[in-house]
């Protein structure tokens, strides 16, 4: 029962931690982007990462580990594919920023200047992304009250 509210309750902080880092994160790609701006996009990153891998890990854990109704709950119900597709579309969204902050931390250790030149593009792609965790949200709230059945 106790692993059971635990891991719930980290499946929902990391929803609020990444919602809350990939706005940051959007809010600070459209920022300048001097040394301290790009500090700014690492660190709202950082955290949508790391929200992103106990969101994974906490779901996965939650939804095939026993924990919650079980596999067959979640593989025969509409708005957890729902979910699932809104998290490809995010996952996949991700791909592009994802592989350019990776450049951009490699130039900026190598006392190099990257290019931002894209920042405003990785910017919207975040808030979209921020929008598709909402309907995310939405998606889950209604398969945990028994819709899509």
Known sequence: MTVRWLVAALHLLA????????????RALRGTLDTAGLRRVFYADAWWGIAALLWIGTGIARAFGGLEKGAAYYLHNHFFWAKMALFALIFTL???PMMALIGWRSAVRGGDRPDTSRAGTFANISFVQAG????????????????GE
Do not use: Q, S
């Open 15 to 26: 929803l609020g931690t990444g919602l809350g880092a990939v706005w940051g994160r959007g």
């Open 94 to 96: 991700e791909m592009a």
């Open 132 to 147: 598709l965790v909402v309907l995310m949200v939405l998606a889950a709230t209604a398969m945990a009250r028994g819709y």
